[in-house]
């Protein structure tokens, strides 16, 4: 299959505001949305949206699922929702093509989990640009496009290297950036990640010490950085690494969602749709954990 050249940068995230990149130039951050993520199109998997999209890597993989070719690339597929769906990662499978009822069927006997949707795609500037064929593309937190291309093993690689980058912030520069994006769309997780900026960087973090003050009072924001903790820890619970302490149980997760509930229905959309993600993520962890 010919190669496919890597598509331009798509637009950024979901707030209207200018950042500085490393290079220091200004790039403007726009509405990210995607099309066909509704009930309606959703094939098998759990049940995903624009909201729920912010703040995550996003690979969408795309191809006619109901091909008997497309068989070992589902299975590849899966292995990569398993390696990494408990990071702030989301595998989309967007069929493109017909037979939706072999689809479901295929997914069923495979034992597939991600989410799949009948022609899931970004709402505008999709890489690809129309292309027919499979092809794969990778969209980082901030929703620029990190990679296209065919080669599921190459967007197994830039997974790990954009999740790693989205967490680890090995410079100022990279703290800056992530923090300004995360002002505008994250306000529990940019509490966060101030609280990181300044314990590696108390200088360089003053120049965001009214914003993050301003945070501090209110205590649904508070209460909302709490939550992203939580759910990061529940995300990375590996019962095999937690031998002799109390065990992560589905009673246990579903008090911490009754607890923090009340946050979706915030006035500020920003901390109700966060809140909304993270109790999304605890509620899927809920059904694969045992019960007391």
């Known amino acids: 299959m010919k190669r496919l050249a890597l598509a331009c940068a798509a637009a950024v995230c979901a707030a209207s505001c200018a950042f500085s990149d490393d290079d220091g130039e200004k790039k403007e951050i726009k509405p990210l949305e995607w099309v ?35 068989i070992d690339a589902l299975k590849e597929l ?4 398993e ?30 989990t991600f989410p799949v949707y009948h022609e899931a795609a970004l709402a505008a500037d999709e890489p690809g640009n129309g292309w027919k064929g499979e092809f794969a593309y990778i969209i980082g937190i901030t929703g620029r496009s990190l990679f296209y291309d065919t080669n599921l093993r190459r967007a197994r690689a830039t997974i790990g290297s954009a999740i790693i980058s989205s967490r680890i912030h090995a410079k100022p520069g990279n703290y800056a950036h992530y923090l300004r994006w995360e002002l505008a769309v994250l306000p529990g997780q940019a509490l966060n990640t101030f609280a990181d900026f300044k314990a590696a960087y108390p200088r360089e973090s003053l120049v965001f010490s009214e914003e993050a003050s301003a945070l501090e009072k209110n205590e649904d924001v508070v209460k909302l950085a709490k939550l992203e903790k939580i759910c990061r ?26 607890h923090y509930s009340y946050l979706k229905t915030n006035a500020d959309e920003r901390v109700s749709q966060e809140a909304k993600n993270c109790l999304a993520d605890l509620k899927w962890l809920q059904a694969t954990l045992p019960r007391e």
């Not at 899966?78 to 929702?81: A, F, G, L, R, T």
């Not at 769906?85 to 499978?93: A, C, D, E, I, N």
């Not at 937690?242 to 969602?257: C, F, M, Y």
Request: include cysteine.
């Open 83 to 112: 390696a990494y769906k408990s990071k702030p990662f989301v595998l989309v499978g967007s069929h493109r093509g017909g037979d939706v009822e072999t689809v479901k069927r295929r997914m069923e006997e495979l034992k597939i």
């Open 78 to 81: 899966q292995d990569i929702w």
């Open 36 to 70: 066909n993520l509704v009930p309606a199109k959703r094939i098998g998997g759990r049940m995903v949206s624009s909201g729920y999209l912010r703040g995550k890597v996003v690979m969408v993989d795309c191809r006619d699922y109901s091909k008997t070719s497309s």
């Open 233 to 258: 820890q529940a995300r990375d619970y590996d019962p095999e690494l937690r031998k002799g302490s109390k065990p992560l149980t589905a009673e246990r997760l579903e008090l911490v969602i009754d």
